[in-house]
Nanobody
Framework: QVRLVESGGGLVQAGGSLRLSCAAS????????MGWYRQAPGNQRELVAS????????DYADSVKGRFTVSRDNAKNTLYLQMNSLKPEDTALYYC?????????WGQGTQVTVSS
């Protein structure tokens, strides 16, 4: 079993920055691709960014390209999302996920609210 705990969310003004963290614990050996998703009220959950096992490849939603950066520290079992130039439309509950073999694990989410 893998447990994921997100942190770093909060209230920020438009143009500001936040850094989200996702700490993995439990049986973390074998975790491969990890990602950040978000879900705003009334919307479906959408992929924000993903990163491969060794961090060699990343992928971003078009809406966040150039503003968000995903990274991971495998020694600390932690995934990060640096969010710059935040916009009100970035307001959502942000989740991290981790893939291990055929199972996908999810955290409980951290709220990000961007005021205009």
């Amino acid at each position: 079993q893998v447990r994921l705990v997100e942190s770093g969310g909060g209230l920020v003004q438009a143009g500001g920055s936040l850094r989200l963290s996702c700490a993995a614990s439990g049986f973390t050996s074998g975790i491969s691709k990890m990602g950040w998703y978000r879900q705003a009220p009334g919307n479906q959950r959408e992929l924000v960014a993903s990163i491969t096992t060794n961090g060699g490849s990343t992928d971003y939603a078009d809406s966040v390209k150039g503003r968000f950066t995903v990274s991971r520290d495998n020694a600390k079992n932690t995934l990060y999302l640096q969010m710059n130039s935040l916009k009100p439309e970035d307001t959502a509950l942000y989740y991290c996920n981790a893939n291990k073999f055929r199972t996908t694990y999810w955290g409980q989410g951290t709220q990000v609210t961007v005021s205009s």
